[in-house]
């Protein structure tokens, strides 16, 4: 996977990863033209675009759009599924998640997402690992935070 | 940079210092000013404002605190400069507690780029965490390291990451194998020395390592299959385990067990069975398995499905697996979602090369895609119909893709269709000369001027060097020319740059073709078109150079002279150039007439060029002795270039715009590679241009491609089945096939009388050429397409022969005598007339080549010919070989006998060379058509059959084989020997002193073992010159001085005069 986008219906970038070394400004362009070919798309079509050399795989949830961006020989099916794999993730972490949950603790998305992709390629596909992992340092942190005054609570608004 | 790092560094112990001593005030402040940054940056509008939000943010508390680096990745994605925080991140990772060491982390890997100056203050940092005993310290460090870490820096944390695969902790392993992947992948020679622990890593009993570790495997077996079939086993078990449901429920993803790591395994065994009948043979059980087991209606199915049906593909066929996969793809092509759709084109797409029938059955819903609201779901089906395209349906499929390209806006998308277009256009006979011009000229105004600039330059090529016959090609030009004078008489202002030029080119040089058409009625024409402001200076050099071509009368010249005269003082000095030269014409008669002779048909085939530039030796040695640079090829520039970027430490190679202009010339093939390289690939797209790049050979050559493609190879297969009484079952075969298909043709429901005559038009011959299929479905004997472009070319006889000792066998053959099949490989053809051949000696040996000629085909009795050879022979078969001379082929003459008591059966044979290319519509029946490539080939093969195992045989072909007379005059040996480029000198020792007349001995000598035609002897000298079978000449030059032979060899192929030389050598020597 070369990299992952995630924005609003509005086209507001919500979170952003990228697995292959790229400029900002390089970022930004593909961004912009990204955002608007997907939303620009009717909902009756395919979920595959094809994008200069790349394949755009990418797929509606409520308001929010996830799209990943593959090479020509990778599956389209099974980029798929990991997106939708990591919506299950999010939706058990945050509990029915919404596009405020992560527009709020976007931190934790991204966490969540480094333990499920590393470096491109789906890591842990064990549901129940990868949330294990998340939990363990959430632990540390909140011990730490509680030392603070238990803010953990207050932050998730 | 230093400076700012620095100063931060001094300051930033007093400001944790001073905020340990009130957290929690400051902890809350900072955490409900991000909750409302949040708020207010979503309700703004202006992005100015944003930034000035995103600056100052919180004074000094800024540095330290987790939440504000939240805030400014969140102003960094919403496209906010936040660079100066980059250092704070790196800060927080180094010092501070875990939870902010995470969120330093985060904006590290989501900040900084691989080439980043700053990530090398983040090493030491990473150090210290995977020597942590805090395990979530370690798992952040490798974190980061598989996200983004120097290349440089690698060496530095390898030995600590390599530790952590023997952690007792799952989940560190798994991180670190991952690690190491990412190191693979920036640095593979750094990690070449843990290939060992990879292997434990395999074999660990976590689930999660196993799968990791098949991410590193993917990579190393795709860059070296070989080295890996060991694993196969491995592999197999492993994906049968899964498959079986063997693996903790964890794994499961909607009770599909561990679809990514299955994926992964069909990946990997696709690669690992790629043209290996015992490695593929491993696991056809589990891909069936596989098969079965897919059938709950959900996604994740038919990803592995689709996977599944690629390995299959890609394998050595099995014919019940390739059946059954046939109907999956049915079941992707027929679904009413539109993903799974998309998926079973790519898959037809993938394996219509390999069996066009497959197509034919779904070509109702090929059809109504071709019709679908989503672009994307036509464009590939477009993609489809491109590898299905024939000589037939050529034009058909050209509109669709027209038509889709006119509605495209997409870039890409248009440069990569309008090149295939092109390439269609050029590759197939079309259907008549109009069409031709109308296609092109629809390329070059949609194509515009994103297209590959060479599709423009092999157009004029073409043009200029025709190819049918002179009537055609004049016809050609002319509609060219009406075609071009039509369109400057409408409004030219959006006509594409590239199009302009490509007009005057052809105006200026075939404009004369007309009858009635003054020169200086199209020199007014072209003028107009520099009227145009929008024009660029390039397009006004192309339309002066063509007015300089038309100046033959004086009325044009006047008309010319005036337009140029504004360009002479042109600050652009190709156009001045231009002008100026076009004036010079118009003042010097002579030269005028000397340059521009009138009604030439295609004057610059006439030019002599010297493109070894030898003109320039003097200039050239002047130079150097004053001390200039030797030139270096551009190729040679470049590399050179790249090896200093290398030193300097630019960042990688690997963003986007570069993979897309590799993937762009990949796509087509390049004008240097056609006519550089000596490789005649079989590719039917060549002949037309292959002949353009080598002017002389259009001369005496016999001509092979016509409108029904590769003629001597239908001649050939005519023969065969005349002679050949074993090929007699074939035809009816065949007819069987082609009445099956026409069944399957008539079955299909029509819905639309309209939507049937496209289809009909569209899958017009595709079943009737691809035989190889269609013996694979009658006798279920397993062939192997040859694939285009693949290195090694395989193919497996499984032809008429087989098919008929098979059969034969059914009706018990008499056990007497030897069953004995002549196979005829016949090798290349082109020819340039008769000359004396060498005779090799013949002798007798043993009884089978008493009989011999009585069991060659009647064609290839009256030939020279080599020895009959016995390559090798087990218990039931012989193999034997013989050479036949052929004029304009090396005919192969392969003779299989049954030595046993019994009848065989199911025998096949095999040959493959990795130099020889065989062209792609390969003949079922015994004639293979080889294509010289390389300069040694060497042939190998094997032969099997049921009562015996599998034998092996190699036969060395040499180059003088390969190499015929080509009967020239004198004066056509002066024109070639100037025109050809690459030369060797040698002197030989001329061992019989005594002889009296040494050259007319040699040159005998020569002639004799290697088949040359001594053109002149000239005193002291000889001439001599020979072909490859392929039709591409060398000339010899010899002279003798005081016991030496001096010989000077030339060609136009680069390897050839070095290897003729050898051999010439050899002859001498041995004489």
């Given at each position: 996977m070369q990299f992952m986008l995630l924005f609003s219906r509005q086209g507001k970038l919500r979170l952003q990863k990228w697995y292959v070394p790229l400029s900002d400004k390089e970022k930004k362009k593909i961004t912009r033209e990204l955002v608007q070919t997907v939303l620009a798309r009717k909902p009756k079509m395919c979920s595959f675009l094809e994008w200069r050399d790349l394949k755009i795989v990418y797929k509606r949830y409520a308001s929010l759009y996830f799209c990943c961006a593959i090479e020509d020989q990778d599956n389209e099916l099974i980029t798929l599924e990991i997106i939708h794999r990591y919506v299950e993730l999010l939706d058990k972490y945050f509990g029915s998640v919404c596009e405020l949950d992560i527009i709020f603790n976007f931190e934790k998305a991204y966490f969540i997402l480094d333990e499920f992709l590393l470096g491109g390629e789906a890591q842990e596909t064990s549901k129940k690992n990868v949330l294990k992992a998340i939990e363990q340092a959430d632990l540390l942190q909140e011990n730490q935070s509680e030392d603070w005054g238990g803010l953990a609570a207050e932050e998730v608004l | 940079?230093?400076?700012?790092?620095?100063?931060?560094?001094?300051?930033?112990?007093?400001?944790?210092?001073?905020?340990?001593?009130?957290?929690?005030?400051?902890?809350?402040?900072?955490?409900?000013?991000?909750?409302?940054?949040?708020?207010?940056?979503?309700?703004?509008?202006?992005?100015?404002?944003?930034?000035?939000?995103?600056?100052?943010?919180?004074?000094?508390?800024?540095?330290?605190?987790?939440?504000?680096?939240?805030?400014?990745?969140?102003?960094?994605?919403?496209?906010?400069?936040?660079?100066?925080?980059?250092?704070?991140?790196?800060?927080?990772?180094?010092?501070?507690?875990?939870?902010?060491?995470?969120?330093?982390?985060?904006?590290?890997?989501?900040?900084?780029?691989?080439?980043?100056?700053?990530?090398?203050?983040?090493?030491?940092?990473?150090?210290?965490?995977?020597?942590?005993?805090?395990?979530?310290?370690?798992?952040?460090?490798?974190?980061?390291?598989?996200?983004?870490?120097?290349?440089?820096?690698?060496?530095?944390?390898?030995?600590?990451?390599?530790?952590?695969?023997?952690?007792?902790?799952?989940?560190?392993?798994?991180?670190?194998?991952?690690?190491?992947?990412?190191?693979?992948?920036?640095?593979?020679?750094?990690?070449?020395?843990?290939?060992?622990?990879?292997?434990?890593?395999?074999?660990?009993?976590?689930?999660?390592?196993?799968?990791?570790?098949?991410?590193?495997?993917?990579?190393?077996?795709?860059?070296?299959?070989?080295?890996?079939?060991?694993?196969?086993?491995?592999?197999?078990?492993?994906?049968?385990?899964?498959?079986?449901?063997?693996?903790?429920?964890?794994?499961?993803?909607?009770?599909?067990?561990?679809?990514?790591?299955?994926?992964?395994?069909?990946?990997?065994?696709?690669?690992?069975?790629?043209?290996?009948?015992?490695?593929?043979?491993?696991?056809?059980?589990?891909?069936?398995?596989?098969?079965?087991?897919?059938?709950?209606?959900?996604?994740?199915?038919?990803?592995?499905?689709?996977?599944?049906?690629?390995?299959?593909?890609?394998?050595?066929?099995?014919?019940?697996?390739?059946?059954?996969?046939?109907?999956?793809?049915?079941?992707?092509?027929?679904?009413?979602?539109?993903?799974?759709?998309?998926?079973?084109?790519?898959?037809?797409?993938?394996?219509?090369?390999?069996?066009?029938?497959?197509?034919?059955?779904?070509?109702?819903?090929?059809?109504?895609?071709?019709?679908?609201?989503?672009?994307?779901?036509?464009?590939?089906?477009?993609?489809?119909?491109?590898?299905?395209?024939?000589?037939?349906?050529?034009?058909?499929?050209?509109?669709?893709?027209?038509?889709?390209?006119?509605?495209?806006?997409?870039?890409?998308?248009?440069?990569?269709?309008?090149?295939?277009?092109?390439?269609?256009?050029?590759?197939?006979?079309?259907?008549?000369?109009?069409?031709?011009?109308?296609?092109?000229?629809?390329?070059?105004?949609?194509?515009?001027?994103?297209?590959?600039?060479?599709?423009?330059?092999?157009?004029?090529?073409?043009?200029?060097?025709?190819?049918?016959?002179?009537?055609?090609?004049?016809?050609?030009?002319?509609?060219?020319?009406?075609?071009?004078?039509?369109?400057?008489?409408?409004?030219?202002?959006?006509?594409?740059?590239?199009?302009?030029?490509?007009?005057?080119?052809?105006?200026?040089?075939?404009?004369?073709?007309?009858?009635?058409?003054?020169?200086?009625?199209?020199?007014?024409?072209?003028?107009?078109?520099?009227?145009?402001?929008?024009?660029?200076?390039?397009?006004?050099?192309?339309?002066?150079?063509?007015?300089?071509?038309?100046?033959?009368?004086?009325?044009?010249?006047?008309?010319?002279?005036?337009?140029?005269?504004?360009?002479?003082?042109?600050l652009d000095t190709a156009l001045r150039q231009q002008a100026v030269e076009l004036e010079l014409l118009g003042r010097d008669v002579d030269l005028r007439t000397r340059v521009l002779p009138q009604h030439v048909i295609g004057f610059c085939v006439w030019l002599q060029v010297d493109s070894s530039l030898s003109f320039l030796d003097g200039f050239v040695s002047d130079a150097l002795a004053r001390g200039a640079a030797p030139y270096k090829p551009p190729h040679q520039r470049q590399e050179e270039l790249s090896q200093e970027k290398i030193l300097n430490f630019e960042p990688y190679g690997l963003s986007l715009p570069v993979s897309l202009s590799a993937c762009s010339l990949t796509d087509r093939q390049s004008p240097t590679a056609l006519s550089l390289s000596s490789s005649l690939s079989g590719n039917s797209a060549d002949p037309p241009l292959k002949a353009g790049s080598n002017l002389l050979k259009l001369e005496g050559v016999k001509r092979v491609w016509g409108k029904q493609g590769y003629l001597p190879e239908k001649q050939a297969t005519e023969e065969a089945l005349a002679q050949e009484p074993s090929s007699i079952f074939a035809p009816s075969h065949q007819q069987a096939c082609s009445e099956s298909q026409q069944t399957t043709f008539s079955t299909i429901v029509e819905q639309d009388q309209e939507k049937r005559q496209l289809a009909s038009s569209l899958f017009v011959g595709l079943g009737s050429q691809n035989a190889p299929c269609l013996v694979r479905t009658v006798s279920q004997m397993s062939v192997k397409p040859t694939q285009k472009r693949s290195k090694t070319t395989s193919i497996h006889l499984t032809s008429a022969f087989a098919q008929n000792l098979s059969d034969s066998t059914s009706e018990a053959v008499p056990a007497v005598g030897n069953t004995e099949v002549v196979e005829a490989s016949e090798v290349s053809s082109l020819s340039g007339g008769s000359g004396p051949l060498a005779q090799p000696s013949s002798q007798v040996e043993r009884g089978l080549e008493s009989d011999l000629p009585s069991r060659l085909p009647a064609t290839l009795v009256g030939l020279l010919r080599s020895d009959v050879e016995e390559l090798c022979s087990g218990e039931s078969l012989s193999l034997s070989a013989c050479k036949v001379f052929d004029a304009d082929a090396l005919v192969l003459a392969i003779f299989l006998s049954n030595i046993s008591d019994s009848s065989i059966q199911e025998v096949s044979c095999l040959i493959s060379s990795e130099q020889l290319k065989v062209p792609e519509m390969c003949s079922t029946f015994s004639v293979l058509s080889f294509y010289l490539n390389g300069l040694n080939p060497q042939l190998e093969g094997s032969v099997s059959c049921a009562s015996q195992a599998t034998q092996s045989f190699s036969l060395t072909l040499s180059l003088v084989d390969f190499i015929r007379p080509l009967p020239l005059t004198t004066e056509e040996y002066g024109k070639m020997w100037l025109s050809f480029s690459h030369d060797v000198k040698q002197n030989l020792m001329l061992l019989k002193h005594e002889e009296e007349d040494q050259l007319e001995a040699a040159l005998t000598a020569l002639k004799e073992k290697l088949c040359l035609h001594i053109v002149d002897v000239i005193g002291a000298e000889g001439i001599m010159a020979c072909q490859l079978v392929s039709g591409r000449p060398c000339l010899l030059h010899c002279h003798t001085h005081g016991g030496m032979l001096a010989i000077w060899l030339r060609s136009p192929i680069a390897d050839l005069p070095d290897c003729l030389l050898y051999h010439c050598q050899k002859a001498i020597q041995e004489r």
């Amino acid at each position: 996977m070369q990299f992952m986008l995630l924005f609003s219906r509005q086209g507001k970038l919500r979170l952003q990863k990228w697995y292959v070394p790229l400029s900002d400004k390089e970022k930004k362009k593909i961004t912009r033209e990204l955002v608007q070919t997907v939303l620009a798309r009717k909902p009756k079509m395919c979920s595959f675009l094809e994008w200069r050399d790349l394949k755009i795989v990418y797929k509606r949830y409520a308001s929010l759009y996830f799209c990943c961006a593959i090479e020509d020989q990778d599956n389209e099916l099974i980029t798929l599924e990991i997106i939708h794999r990591y919506v299950e993730l999010l939706d058990k972490y945050f509990g029915s998640v919404c596009e405020l949950d992560i527009i709020f603790n976007f931190e934790k998305a991204y966490f969540i997402l480094d333990e499920f992709l590393l470096g491109g390629e789906a890591q842990e596909t064990s549901k129940k690992n990868v949330l294990k992992a998340i939990e363990q340092a959430d632990l540390l942190q909140e011990n730490q935070s509680e030392d603070w005054g238990g803010l953990a609570a207050e932050e998730v608004l | 940079m230093s400076d700012v790092v620095e100063k931060t560094l001094t300051a930033l112990p007093g400001l944790l210092l001073s905020l340990d001593s009130q957290p929690g005030a400051a902890k809350l402040c900072a955490t409900s000013r991000l909750g409302s940054l949040v708020r207010s940056i979503t309700e703004l509008t202006s992005k100015n404002v944003g930034e000035e939000m995103a600056e100052p943010p919180a004074g000094p508390l800024f540095h330290t605190e987790k939440p504000c680096h939240v805030r400014a990745i969140y102003c960094e994605m919403l496209g906010y400069e936040a660079s100066f925080s980059y250092i704070h991140a790196i800060k927080l990772a180094q010092q501070g507690s875990v939870l902010e060491k995470r969120v330093g982390y985060l904006a590290v890997s989501l900040f900084l780029h691989e080439s980043h100056d700053l990530l090398l203050l983040l090493v030491n940092t990473v150090l210290k965490d995977l020597q942590s005993t805090n395990l979530i310290e370690v798992c952040m460090a490798l974190t980061v390291v598989s996200q983004i870490f120097p290349k440089d820096m690698i060496p530095a944390v390898l030995p600590l990451v390599e530790d952590k695969l023997t952690h007792s902790k799952e989940i560190i392993r798994r991180k670190a194998v991952l690690a190491l992947y990412k190191f693979y992948l920036i640095a593979p020679n750094q990690v070449q020395h843990i290939h060992d622990k990879f292997r434990k890593a395999l074999c660990d009993k976590d689930p999660g390592v196993m799968t990791a570790s098949l991410h590193i495997y993917l990579k190393l077996i795709k860059e070296s299959p070989e080295s890996y079939k060991d694993l196969t086993d491995s592999f197999v078990t492993i994906l049968k385990q899964v498959v079986g449901g063997k693996l903790p429920v964890d794994f499961n993803y909607h009770s599909v067990p561990a679809p990514w790591l299955q994926m992964q395994l069909l990946r990997i065994l696709a690669l690992l069975g790629k043209e290996d009948q015992r490695t593929s043979e491993m696991m056809y059980e589990v891909l069936d398995e596989s098969l079965r087991r897919a059938e709950i209606n959900h996604n994740i199915t038919y990803a592995i499905l689709y996977e599944c049906l690629k390995t299959i593909y890609t394998i050595h066929p099995k014919s019940e697996l390739l059946e059954k996969a046939a109907k999956c793809i049915g079941k992707f092509v027929l679904s009413p979602k539109i993903n799974l759709k998309y998926l079973g084109l790519k898959a037809l797409t993938y394996v219509v090369q390999q069996d066009p029938n497959l197509a034919l059955q779904h070509q109702m819903t090929i059809i109504e895609c071709l019709d679908h609201s989503d672009p994307i779901i036509k464009r590939e089906t477009l993609e489809l119909l491109y590898r299905i395209t024939n000589g037939q349906n050529v034009s058909v499929i050209v509109e669709k893709m027209l038509d889709f390209l006119r509605l495209s806006k997409d870039e890409y998308t248009t440069i990569d269709l309008v090149g295939k277009v092109a390439e269609l256009a050029e590759k197939y006979p079309f259907p008549y000369n109009s069409w031709f011009i109308q296609t092109m000229n629809a390329i070059f105004s949609i194509g515009g001027d994103v297209m590959q600039p060479d599709i423009p330059n092999n157009f004029l090529r073409l043009l200029a060097e025709g190819f049918d016959s002179d009537e055609e090609d004049r016809q050609l030009r002319l509609l060219a020319v009406d075609s071009y004078l039509s369109l400057l008489e409408c409004d030219t202002s959006g006509l594409p740059q590239r199009f302009l030029q490509v007009i005057s080119w052809v105006l200026g040089e075939f404009s004369f073709l007309k009858e009635g058409l003054e020169p200086a009625d199209v020199v007014e024409r072209l003028g107009k078109l520099l009227d145009d402001d929008a024009i660029t200076t390039e397009t006004r050099c192309w339309v002066l150079a063509a007015m300089s071509k038309l100046c033959g009368s004086s009325d044009a010249l006047c008309k010319a002279e005036k337009v140029a005269h504004k360009y002479t003082s042109c600050l652009d000095t190709a156009l001045r150039q231009q002008a100026v030269e076009l004036e010079l014409l118009g003042r010097d008669v002579d030269l005028r007439t000397r340059v521009l002779p009138q009604h030439v048909i295609g004057f610059c085939v006439w030019l002599q060029v010297d493109s070894s530039l030898s003109f320039l030796d003097g200039f050239v040695s002047d130079a150097l002795a004053r001390g200039a640079a030797p030139y270096k090829p551009p190729h040679q520039r470049q590399e050179e270039l790249s090896q200093e970027k290398i030193l300097n430490f630019e960042p990688y190679g690997l963003s986007l715009p570069v993979s897309l202009s590799a993937c762009s010339l990949t796509d087509r093939q390049s004008p240097t590679a056609l006519s550089l390289s000596s490789s005649l690939s079989g590719n039917s797209a060549d002949p037309p241009l292959k002949a353009g790049s080598n002017l002389l050979k259009l001369e005496g050559v016999k001509r092979v491609w016509g409108k029904q493609g590769y003629l001597p190879e239908k001649q050939a297969t005519e023969e065969a089945l005349a002679q050949e009484p074993s090929s007699i079952f074939a035809p009816s075969h065949q007819q069987a096939c082609s009445e099956s298909q026409q069944t399957t043709f008539s079955t299909i429901v029509e819905q639309d009388q309209e939507k049937r005559q496209l289809a009909s038009s569209l899958f017009v011959g595709l079943g009737s050429q691809n035989a190889p299929c269609l013996v694979r479905t009658v006798s279920q004997m397993s062939v192997k397409p040859t694939q285009k472009r693949s290195k090694t070319t395989s193919i497996h006889l499984t032809s008429a022969f087989a098919q008929n000792l098979s059969d034969s066998t059914s009706e018990a053959v008499p056990a007497v005598g030897n069953t004995e099949v002549v196979e005829a490989s016949e090798v290349s053809s082109l020819s340039g007339g008769s000359g004396p051949l060498a005779q090799p000696s013949s002798q007798v040996e043993r009884g089978l080549e008493s009989d011999l000629p009585s069991r060659l085909p009647a064609t290839l009795v009256g030939l020279l010919r080599s020895d009959v050879e016995e390559l090798c022979s087990g218990e039931s078969l012989s193999l034997s070989a013989c050479k036949v001379f052929d004029a304009d082929a090396l005919v192969l003459a392969i003779f299989l006998s049954n030595i046993s008591d019994s009848s065989i059966q199911e025998v096949s044979c095999l040959i493959s060379s990795e130099q020889l290319k065989v062209p792609e519509m390969c003949s079922t029946f015994s004639v293979l058509s080889f294509y010289l490539n390389g300069l040694n080939p060497q042939l190998e093969g094997s032969v099997s059959c049921a009562s015996q195992a599998t034998q092996s045989f190699s036969l060395t072909l040499s180059l003088v084989d390969f190499i015929r007379p080509l009967p020239l005059t004198t004066e056509e040996y002066g024109k070639m020997w100037l025109s050809f480029s690459h030369d060797v000198k040698q002197n030989l020792m001329l061992l019989k002193h005594e002889e009296e007349d040494q050259l007319e001995a040699a040159l005998t000598a020569l002639k004799e073992k290697l088949c040359l035609h001594i053109v002149d002897v000239i005193g002291a000298e000889g001439i001599m010159a020979c072909q490859l079978v392929s039709g591409r000449p060398c000339l010899l030059h010899c002279h003798t001085h005081g016991g030496m032979l001096a010989i000077w060899l030339r060609s136009p192929i680069a390897d050839l005069p070095d290897c003729l030389l050898y051999h010439c050598q050899k002859a001498i020597q041995e004489r």
